[in-house]
């Protein structure tokens, strides 16, 4: 349990970190508006509640392998879903990877300042 706890603490620190970074900030604005646009798209044209709408958009563009029971079933919800996917799971996909970088140079930088304490100390 305190290894998730603090994994959850480097995360969060890692998260806030990575938005001083401007390329972060436009990917997880955009993030965010794909995400909005697939839920609003869904519970318009789809009839889906706003929670599944929300928890299909985020599911789908993370390769978890887990199954929603949710699927589009107009001709128009089957193709942007399709277009949703392609532009989506890239943008996550980079984001991700922009998150887990910041998460990995913040380790690093903490293990070069522990490294210095421990010189000056002795």
Do not use: H, Q
Not at 61 to 71: A, K
Not at 73 to 79: C, E, F, H
């Amino acid at each position: 349990m305190l290894s998730f706890i603090l994994t959850v603490k480097r995360f969060i620190e890692a998260f806030f970190k990575a938005f001083k970074e401007p390329i972060f900030l436009s990917l997880f604005t955009t993030l965010f508006f794909i995400l909005l646009s697939g839920t609003l798209f869904y519970t318009k044209k789809e009839g889906w509640e706003i929670l599944d709408a929300i928890y299909f958009c985020v599911v789908s563009l993370i390769p978890t392998g887990v199954e929603t029971n949710l699927y589009p079933s107009t001709d128009l919800g089957k193709v942007f879903t399709m277009i949703y996917l392609i532009v989506g799971t890239g943008v996550m996909f980079i984001t991700l990877l922009t998150l887990g970088k910041t998460m990995i140079n913040t380790e690093a930088l903490e293990e070069k300042r522990n490294k210095l304490r421990d010189k000056v100390k002795k």
